[in-house]
């Protein structure tokens, strides 16, 4: 019953593409869509990639059509890989295909360390529950797919388990984004990956709800958790080894450094904050000391917070006694695009692009002539996808 249910959904997507296509004169849309049905997506990737590439030489071709046919030339690429197992799989894509902004934002942004039915895995199951909504958040589900299609710290190995759990955070972070401590429907995908890669228990969350929602500064959250002197410097087993390692148990009986920032780091991801570990190393490749980055406003603008600001550097001398840079202080995230370039400052990097699909357009004038850079942002390491000179 639901598998025809699920056929009969793709069909009408397919007709209703086609009808589309033939009112606007777009034929991409419709091509995928066909390929997606037939199973047949291998056979797009050189015409798309011979339409891309003129496309990119004519300095006439809007970015917008650039990340149009980008996002269908990965689309194809990547997809092409998948092994798409029933009609549910096929309603997803074809779904996807006729949705642009949440298609583009979520293939542009697709690297080359994702496995193809991993990432199915998670967004079927997106699909299958929030398929009324997902086009609205573009961004978090993008954010939810290329996070959950891995495992994470302690996480299951099990994809359907991993899709069943985005879906859950699906479900918390667009329920309660009005109570986050930032809007999610207006961050890029490139800083959501640091609030979706929740991974404490549905009890946690209410535990942390409860104590942290009205708190401040997410770098105060770190210092919650009682510092494990005896396991630090007398060598005795840590107290939390013995416990189940939840944030109740941390907050009552203390931890070392990486567990005060493990610590504050899932509850500035509860509360919407992107928030990061860091870990720093001494001079010898041993770990020195771990705290928290976190994203932080200053006035109408936003900084990179740190809890390092508030710890003695002479605690954190590395092994040849020499005190660490100030480079070690902060957190940078590289690459990152922005839809307003002036909402969100990340320590001394900022960026910004004409959308919010992860595609960045450079066009540069030197005295050998006009350049054509177009830079694809995937996973935090750039990439030229075409460039010419």
Known sequence: MHQARHMGIGIILLMWAIVVSQAHGESWTV?????????????????????????????????????????AYRFAVFFSRAPISDDLDKACLLWLVQHPRLMQTLCLALGPTERPDAVLSVLRALYRTDRETMADWPDLVTALVVVWDEPRRESSDDPAARGDWAVQLYDYYTRNNRRLRYDLRSMPWNLQIYVVDLVISREEMIWAWDRYNQRGDVGGFYFDVPYDKAAFYQGEDKKIDALAYTLDNLQ????????????????????????????????????????????ARQGKKNRLGSDFRTIS????????????SNQTKHFRIRNVTFRR??????????????TGTGLGFVRTRSSSGNRTTVIESLSGQPRNLVETG
């Open 31 to 71: 091509r995928l869509s066909t390929a997606v049905q037939n199973q047949s997506l291998a056979e797009l990737i050189h015409p798309l990639s011979e339409d891309l590439s003129r496309s990119v030489l004519d300095e006439k071709t809007p970015p917008e059509k650039l990340i149009e046919l980008s996002a």
């Open 252 to 295: 009552k009986h203390g931890g070392i450094c990486t567990d005060q920032a493990y610590y504050a780091t899932q509850i500035g991801r509860l509360l919407g904050v992107p928030t990061v570990t860091i870990i720093g190393q001494g001079g010898a490749g041993q770990v020195a000391h771990a705290w928290v980055g976190y994203l």
């Open 313 to 324: 550097r002479a605690n954190v001398l590395d092994r040849t006694g020499r005190r660490p």
């Open 341 to 354: 370039a002036s909402k969100y400052h990340v320590g001394s990097t900022v960026a910004g692009t004409v």
